[in-house]
T-cell receptor, first 112, second 115 residues
Framework: NAGVTQTPKFQVLKTGQSMTLQCAQD?????MSWYRQDPGMGLRLIHY???????DQGEVPNGYNVSRSTTEDFPLRLLSAAPSQTSVYFCASESDYNTEAFFGQGTRLTVV | GNSVTQMEGPVTLSEEAFLTINCTYT??????LFWYVQYPGEGLQLLLK?????DKGSNKGFEATYRKETTSFHLEKGSVQVSDSAVYFCAATGAGGTSYGKLTFGQGTILTVHP
């Protein structure tokens, strides 16, 4: 079982570049989320989706864009990368809000 | 919105020592509470959860009790092993308002267990 798959695992960007972090899940989960993990700050919610066509902002949405055209996929777009977006990004999915969240392995992004 | 606070600083223990990691929360309504664990180079995995007051979650020798009166969900283990070395995150799911359905995490606690 693949679970939640994130690509790429590592990425280096130059300031101002754009890119898309991919996330796919094969568990038919309605809920999907993107988090960033920074030292000493835990995980902070960037964007959130409760189903195809429905997205919502989290705690730190600025500089990021999402869309959800299918149940399986939830890509995260960086519009114009900044050094402050250097972080580890995790995608997660859940079958419902009170259930276990399944996480991908993460994408380590460095913006120089 | 919700907030979750974990004890400060890394924890270093000898094998077979007793572990406590404190976690307190503020939330609207009655959130569900979780402990997640992150092993080096991996994503987070659910360790245990509790969905209502006085519930006790348990898994792999770890326990935590949902204490509504003290808004706490402290993680405990009676005898830690080297393989328990990881980062532990306390989390709460919003139960109302704009936090509904969204996980809020504490800052994480690094646990290192020496032989």
């Amino acid at each position: 079982n693949a679970g939640v798959t994130q690509t790429p695992k590592f990425q280096v960007l130059k300031t101002g570049q754009s890119m898309t972090l991919q996330c796919a899940q094969d568990m038919n989960h309605e809920y999907m989320s993107w988090y960033r993990q920074d030292p000493g700050m835990g995980l902070r919610l960037i964007h959130y989706s409760v189903g195809a066509g429905i997205t919502d902002q989290g705690e730190v949405p600025n500089g990021y864009n999402v869309s959800r055209s299918t149940t399986e996929d939830f890509p995260l777009r960086l519009l114009s990368a900044a050094p402050s977006q250097t972080s580890v990004y995790f995608c997660a999915s859940e079958s419902d809000y009170n259930t276990e969240a399944f996480f991908g392995q993460g994408t380590r992004l460095t913006v120089v | 919105g919700n907030s979750v606070t974990q004890m400060e600083g890394p924890v270093t223990l000898s094998e077979e020592a007793f572990l406590t990691i404190n976690c307190t929360y503020t939330a609207t309504g009655y959130p569900s509470l979780f402990w997640y664990v992150q092993y080096p180079g991996e994503g987070l995995q659910l360790l245990l959860k509790a969905t209502k007051a006085d519930d006790k979650g348990s898994n792999k020798g770890f326990e935590a009790t949902y204490r509504k009166e003290t808004t706490s969900f402290h993680l405990e283990k009676g005898s830690v092993q080297v393989s328990d070395s990881a980062v532990y995150f306390c989390a709460a799911t919003g139960a109302g308002g704009t936090s509904y359905g969204k996980l809020t995490f504490g800052q994480g606690t690094i646990l290192t267990v020496h032989p």
